[in-house]
């Protein structure tokens, strides 16, 4: 069994599986349960200044979306950062710690937006022997309001003063969390980067509204007849936050850059994905609010045996595939692929007829007893036959070798060659 | 003192009255709104779907199971009952196993179809249940057509037509609606009185009159009906029933499996006499339906017999496997030989190989096929045209199609189509 053991700017844990801020790491109770079904580091939920305890709606926090068979695809809240007294929060982050010594403990903070406040949560919570700090410049919803998490993360000039606040009164690893609600990922993390932290991580929720209610007329979660946006996480944000992740990661002014991949990590591919585009480590939530602590067995064993079975520590996963993010332009317009369906395995469901035929580029025949075959000569390899196909390898694309000709186009399949060189670029054309 | 299993000779209440009541349960349950969510999420929504053509009526099946799942069962309920208007009846009866679920592609694919006969009956009891009629008569055309039979083929005929507007007159020879749906079947299938309350529902519609005790020759004519109205069509079925034409048949305790099923449908199950030995010879959907009901009456012995192999027997093999579950034995390649008795029949016996043996029996239930008795308009070979002048047949006395009662509906309606195309001047 590969060995998962896990040091993340210096944090160590017995594997890369970490609870994100949120419900499932609000007090020791829930923490405790995490640890003891495996889970290897947790990041406490989001601790305020001190004082009064902020409120949380007493209607729904929630909101969803569904697949097949009421699969939980994505989830939304409007919770906001821990309601409980930061002497408690304290209080138990310490006894945690104590009694596991092995696994990662990072407190989650969110304070407003001037030094004192931040020196003095982070003098506040140094007796707890945490392993290190977790800025919340991500939640988009109520916090916001109050010029707190992602009001802070979306100008990047804060995160960069907040982070150097924190590094200069805390000697504590640093990790800053990141919003996705911005149109360039890649300015908050060279602010984070600027600023000396030590991480960043990412994704923080997206601003959402998960369904209306069509006979109150109101968002849902709905709260007596009103609803807000709340913060979108689960299976359906993971492609986002990918891309987020990778952005990062090839990002020449972040590269190096620590990562803690978090965004509908739910199975072990799921982390494996994130690690190959250059996290460290990833944080999970809404797997866990979905189907219990449980599910961290199957990331561990999954995980384990994927690096086994590659031959590989996982450290040689950890940004394996990010090389291979490049840009369009970059891709080599000379590769050429044809759809395959596999007679064997077609069930004859017709789906992949009916969307190349409706929507895309009329390249599949079907026959009087339902059989269906690519016409190489309209196909584009657009992939969508194979997406919408209900059985998993019964399309595949198949490659053209060098040197054959593409019957679509009449062409011979060339060398690499991109559209930085294409005849058809005016920036080309025109030198 | 009460009977029991062991009862010798033909006998009622072998069983205690709540056993039997417990046996005639309703065979395939209901789903429950969680249920049909589930099942529903299964289909795939097929290209030019298997189902839908494997369907005699081609009730959009993807379409129907897609508004279930999108929390639409009414919209559902539409979509099968603009087809068949009959889809309620023929969710519980159809068998699926040989029609729209042995060509769902995840039955090819895992073995198990999408459960469509549960989900249509999901869908069309919500909307019965709710009393809603979904369909208004157009306007009146003026014309006056006569449906002769009430069963699946008449009244799903009689719907369609009245539905385009025509006066219908419906001339039914027995006291009740329903053909076989009412009559014959088995009771474990259409449970709670469920023929008669679709009709109740389908005569909704409007401008349907209904004539019971009325048959042809017996109250009416076909040329008298020719004469009278626009268009005539008939629907009536297969009245007479094939004789074994072996000796001893006229024994006591040797009958025809129609007529113990029709008793059964239309008594007080307790009542129903059965055999303590039940021999069933035959091998259709009839010889099935009376052998497990038998079975569930408490006969402490029933066998069907079937003069061919296992994969000729007309009903499916889902049938044949619901037979000998119940308890059923079921025996292959035997041909009967004479029924031996003195007053009341006592053995059967058969030929097999070129062997005999004999079978105890105390009851013989013959269902080796119904005929048509009588041929008011030109026959096809054992069957009548589909249409003569201005008669139309369909269903089970019709050529064309098996005689299920999906097929007869489909024929009532396509039936109803073209005469109401012939009548309006659209069509010859």
């Given at each position: 069994?590969?060995?998962?053991?896990?040091?993340?700017?210096?944090?160590?844990?017995?594997?890369?599986?970490?609870?994100?801020?949120?419900?499932?790491?609000?007090?020791?109770?829930?923490?405790?349960?995490?640890?003891?079904?495996?889970?290897?580091?947790?990041?406490?939920?989001?601790?305020?200044?001190?004082?009064?305890?902020?409120?949380?709606?007493?209607?729904?926090?929630?909101?969803?979306?569904?697949?097949?068979?009421?699969?939980?695809?994505?989830?939304?809240?409007?919770?906001?950062?821990?309601?409980?007294?930061?002497?408690?929060?304290?209080?138990?982050?310490?006894?945690?710690?104590?009694?596991?010594?092995?696994?990662?403990?990072?407190?989650?903070?969110?304070?407003?937006?001037?030094?004192?406040?931040?020196?003095?949560?982070?003098?506040?919570?140094?007796?707890?022997?945490?392993?290190?700090?977790?800025?919340?410049?991500?939640?988009?919803?109520?916090?916001?309001?109050?010029?707190?998490?992602?009001?802070?993360?979306?100008?990047?000039?804060?995160?960069?003063?907040?982070?150097?606040?924190?590094?200069?009164?805390?000697?504590?690893?640093?990790?800053?969390?990141?919003?996705?609600?911005?149109?360039?990922?890649?300015?908050?993390?060279?602010?984070?980067?600027?600023?000396?932290?030590?991480?960043?991580?990412?994704?923080?929720?997206?601003?959402?509204?998960?369904?209306?209610?069509?006979?109150?007329?109101?968002?849902?979660?709905?709260?007596?007849?009103?609803?807000?946006?709340?913060?979108?996480?689960?299976?359906?944000?993971?492609?986002?936050?990918?891309?987020?992740?990778?952005?990062?990661?090839?990002?020449?002014?972040?590269?190096?850059?620590?990562?803690?991949?978090?965004?509908?990590?739910?199975?072990?591919?799921?982390?494996?994905?994130?690690?190959?585009?250059?996290?460290?480590?990833?944080?999970?939530?809404t797997a866990a609010m979905t189907y219990g602590f449980k599910v961290v067995q199957e990331m561990i064993s999954g995980l384990s045996e994927y690096l086994d079975d590659k031959g590989m520590a996982l450290s040689d996963l950890?940004?394996?595939?990010?090389?291979?993010?490049?840009?369009?332009?970059?891709?080599?317009?000379?590769?050429?692929?044809?759809?395959?369906?596999?007679?064997?395995?077609?069930?004859?469901?017709?789906?992949?007829?009916?969307?190349?035929?409706?929507?895309?580029?009329?390249?599949?025949?079907?026959?009087?007893?339902?059989?269906?075959?690519?016409?190489?000569?309209?196909?584009?390899?657009?992939?969508?036959?194979?997406?919408?196909?209900?059985?998993?390898?019964?399309?595949?694309?198949?490659?053209?070798?060098?040197?054959?000709?593409?019957?679509?186009?009449?062409?011979?399949?060339?060398?690499?060659?991109?559209?930085?060189?294409?005849?058809?670029?005016?920036?080309?054309?025109?030198? | 003192?009460?009977?029991?299993?062991?009862?010798?000779?033909?006998?009622?209440?072998?069983?205690?009255?709540?056993?039997?009541?417990?046996?005639?349960?309703?065979?395939?349950?209901?789903?429950?709104?969680?249920?049909?969510?589930?099942?529903?999420?299964?289909?795939?929504?097929?290209?030019?779907?298997?189902?839908?053509?494997?369907?005699?009526?081609?009730?959009?099946?993807?379409?129907?199971?897609?508004?279930?799942?999108?929390?639409?069962?009414?919209?559902?309920?539409?979509?099968?009952?603009?087809?068949?208007?009959?889809?309620?009846?023929?969710?519980?009866?159809?068998?699926?196993?040989?029609?729209?679920?042995?060509?769902?592609?995840?039955?090819?694919?895992?073995?198990?179809?999408?459960?469509?006969?549960?989900?249509?009956?999901?869908?069309?009891?919500?909307?019965?249940?709710?009393?809603?009629?979904?369909?208004?008569?157009?306007?009146?055309?003026?014309?006056?057509?006569?449906?002769?039979?009430?069963?699946?083929?008449?009244?799903?005929?009689?719907?369609?037509?009245?539905?385009?507007?025509?006066?219908?007159?419906?001339?039914?020879?027995?006291?009740?609606?329903?053909?076989?749906?009412?009559?014959?079947?088995?009771?474990?299938?259409?449970?709670?009185?469920?023929?008669?309350?679709?009709?109740?529902?389908?005569?909704?519609?409007?401008?349907?009159?209904?004539?019971?005790?009325?048959?042809?020759?017996?109250?009416?004519?076909?040329?008298?009906?020719?004469?009278?109205?626009?268009?005539?069509?008939?629907?009536?079925?297969?009245?007479?029933?094939?004789?074994?034409?072996?000796?001893?048949?006229?024994?006591?305790?040797?009958?025809?499996?129609?007529?113990?099923?029709?008793?059964?449908?239309?008594?007080?199950?307790a009542s129903v006499a059965v055999g303590r030995d039940v021999v069933v010879i035959g091998g259709g959907m009839t010889a099935v339906d009376a052998a497990v009901q038998s079975k569930l009456l408490g006969a402490e012995s029933v066998t069907m017999v079937y003069r061919r192999g296992k994969d000729h027997m007309s009903a499916s093999l889902y049938e044949q496997e619901?037979?000998?579950?119940?308890?059923?034995?079921?025996?292959?390649?035997?041909?009967?030989?004479?029924?031996?008795?003195?007053?009341?029949?006592?053995?059967?016996?058969?030929?097999?190989?070129?062997?005999?043996?004999?079978?105890?029996?105390?009851?013989?239930?013959?269902?080796?096929?119904?005929?048509?008795?009588?041929?008011?308009?030109?026959?096809?070979?054992?069957?009548?045209?589909?249409?003569?002048?201005?008669?139309?047949?369909?269903?089970?006395?019709?050529?064309?199609?098996?005689?299920?009662?999906?097929?007869?509906?489909?024929?009532?309606?396509?039936?109803?189509?073209?005469?109401?195309?012939?009548?309006?001047?659209?069509?010859?």
């Open positions: 069994m590969a060995n998962l053991t896990s040091n993340f700017i210096g944090i160590k844990s017995p594997n890369p599986f970490w609870l994100a801020s949120a419900p499932p790491t609000d007090k020791a109770y829930n923490v405790e349960r995490a640890f003891e079904a495996g889970w290897g580091g947790v990041v406490w939920k989001t601790l305020g200044s001190e004082g009064p305890p902020v409120v949380n709606v007493s209607g729904p926090r929630y909101g969803a979306i569904w697949g097949a068979d009421r699969r939980l695809l994505g989830l939304n809240n409007i919770e906001l950062i821990t309601d409980r007294p930061l002497q408690v929060n304290l209080d138990e982050i310490k006894m945690v710690k104590r009694k596991w010594r092995d696994r990662a403990l990072v407190i989650s903070l969110m304070v407003p937006c001037d030094e004192e406040s931040w020196k003095d949560i982070l003098h506040r919570i140094e007796d707890t022997e945490a392993d290190g700090v977790e800025l919340n410049f991500g939640c988009p919803h109520g916090m916001a309001e109050r010029g707190m998490g992602s009001a802070v993360g979306q100008v990047p000039e804060y995160i960069e003063m907040v982070t150097r606040w924190v590094k200069k009164h805390s000697r504590m690893p640093c990790i800053v969390k990141l919003t996705p609600n911005i149109s360039d990922i890649r300015k908050p993390s060279e602010a984070a980067h600027r600023g000396g932290a030590d991480a960043v991580s990412l994704i923080n929720t997206i601003n959402s509204i998960t369904s209306v209610n069509l006979d109150s007329f109101a968002p849902e979660p709905m709260i007596d007849g009103k609803g807000t946006h709340g913060g979108y996480c689960g299976p359906a944000v993971k492609p986002i936050a990918l891309n987020m992740v990778a952005e990062i990661a090839r990002n020449p002014l972040t590269r190096g850059l620590p990562i803690s991949g978090i965004g509908g990590v739910t199975t072990w591919r799921d982390a494996a994905e994130f690690l190959a585009l250059g996290a460290g480590n990833v944080q999970v939530c950890i940004g394996r595939a990010t090389p291979n993010v490049t840009d369009w332009q970059f891709l080599n317009l000379n590769y050429v692929t044809k759809a395959q369906i596999s007679q064997d395995d077609c069930i004859k469901c017709g789906r992949c007829y009916a969307a190349c035929e409706d929507t895309s580029h009329q390249a599949i025949a079907m026959s009087a007893d339902r059989t269906f075959t690519v016409k190489d000569e309209e196909c584009v390899a657009c992939n969508l036959c194979v997406n919408v196909c209900p059985v998993d390898n019964c399309i595949t694309m198949v490659e053209m070798p060098k040197g054959a000709t593409d019957p679509r186009t009449g062409r011979k399949v060339g060398d690499y060659a991109n559209w930085t060189t294409h005849p058809n670029n005016p920036s080309v054309a025109a030198e | 003192m009460t009977n029991s299993p062991l009862t010798p000779g033909v006998a009622p209440a072998r069983l205690d009255p709540a056993t039997i009541q417990a046996h005639f349960a309703d065979h395939i349950p209901a789903f429950d709104a969680h249920e049909a969510r589930v099942a529903a999420d299964r289909c795939y929504f097929c290209h030019d779907a298997p189902c839908m053509t494997a369907c005699p009526t081609s009730i959009d099946i993807p379409l129907f199971i897609r508004q279930i799942a999108t929390g639409t069962p009414d919209a559902a309920a539409k979509t099968i009952l603009a087809q068949n208007i009959m889809g309620g009846m023929c969710a519980r009866v159809c068998p699926t196993e040989t029609l729209c679920e042995e060509v769902c592609v995840r039955e090819v694919a895992e073995g198990k179809p999408v459960e469509i006969g549960r989900l249509q009956r999901f869908a069309t009891d919500g909307l019965m249940a709710k009393g809603v009629h979904p369909f208004t008569r157009a306007a009146a055309t003026g014309k006056k057509v006569a449906v002769v039979g009430a069963g699946p083929a008449g009244l799903s005929a009689a719907h369609r037509l009245a539905m385009k507007g025509h006066d219908v007159t419906v001339f039914e020879r027995k006291a009740k609606l329903g053909g076989l749906n009412e009559y014959g079947l088995a009771a474990y299938k259409t449970t709670e009185d469920f023929a008669a309350r679709e009709i109740d529902w389908l005569l909704q519609i409007g401008g349907i009159t209904v004539k019971t005790g009325v048959s042809l020759g017996g109250g009416v004519t076909l040329a008298g009906l020719e004469a009278e109205y626009d268009a005539v069509f008939l629907g009536i079925g297969l009245a007479g029933v094939n004789a074994l034409a072996l000796p001893g048949e006229d024994l006591a305790g040797v009958l025809n499996a129609v007529d113990f099923i029709a008793g059964l449908r239309q008594s007080d199950l619901h037979a000998t579950s119940a308890g059923v034995k079921i025996i292959y390649g035997a041909a009967p030989v004479r029924m031996i008795g003195k007053a009341a029949v006592e053995a059967v016996e058969f030929t097999k190989g070129g062997e005999t043996f004999t079978l105890k029996a105390d009851q013989v239930m013959k269902a080796i096929g119904q005929t048509l008795t009588g041929a008011p308009i030109a026959q096809d070979g054992r069957k009548l045209t589909k249409r003569a002048a201005m008669v139309w047949a369909g269903g089970d006395c019709a050529t064309g199609g098996e005689d299920l009662t999906v097929t007869a509906v489909a024929e009532g309606r396509d039936a109803a189509e073209e005469i109401h195309a012939v009548l309006m001047g659209a069509g010859a």
